[in-house]
């Protein structure tokens, strides 16, 4: 029953997603860090007071405190722009250089648009002669 346990725990996907959490968790204190302490205060001193907590709506006996949710939106925006800018961008971008390295062993034939080895000289599909790639 513990040697199960064990191997359930030692599975590469367990393994892998514990290291995810761990580092998931680490570069959301960067992140938050980058928002709270660099782009909040850049922000200040453009625009002003960056703190729109203290905005609130009166109803009736009610309080809505639309600013609380003003900040929270805000933060999420600006965590969302640095993750995209500092790291889906450069991923794709260093993505597609190595991507383009890769040799195509396939490609679409003209008349069909199915997809035929490179090195084809007839399609399997619609028979169509085609000029191979070299």
Do not use: W
């Amino acid at each position: 029953m513990l040697s199960g346990f064990k191997k359930f725990l030692m599975r590469g996907n367990v393994v892998e997603l514990a290291i995810a959490v761990v580092i998931g968790a680490a570069f959301t204190a960067i992140v938050n860090s980058f928002v709270k302490d660099v782009l909040t205060p850049l922000i200040a001193a453009i625009g002003g007071q960056p703190d729109f907590s203290g905005l609130t709506l009166r109803i009736g006996a009610g309080e809505i405190r639309y600013g609380l949710f003003l900040n929270a939106l805000i933060a999420f925006l600006m965590v969302a722009a640095v993750i995209y800018f500092l790291v889906v961008r450069p991923y794709e971008r260093i993505s597609a250089r190595f991507a383009a390295r890769e040799e195509a062993t396939h490609r679409e034939c003209p008349e069909c648009l199915s997809e035929i080895p490179s090195a084809a000289v007839r399609c399997a599909q619609c028979t169509a002669q085609v000029t191979p790639a070299l």
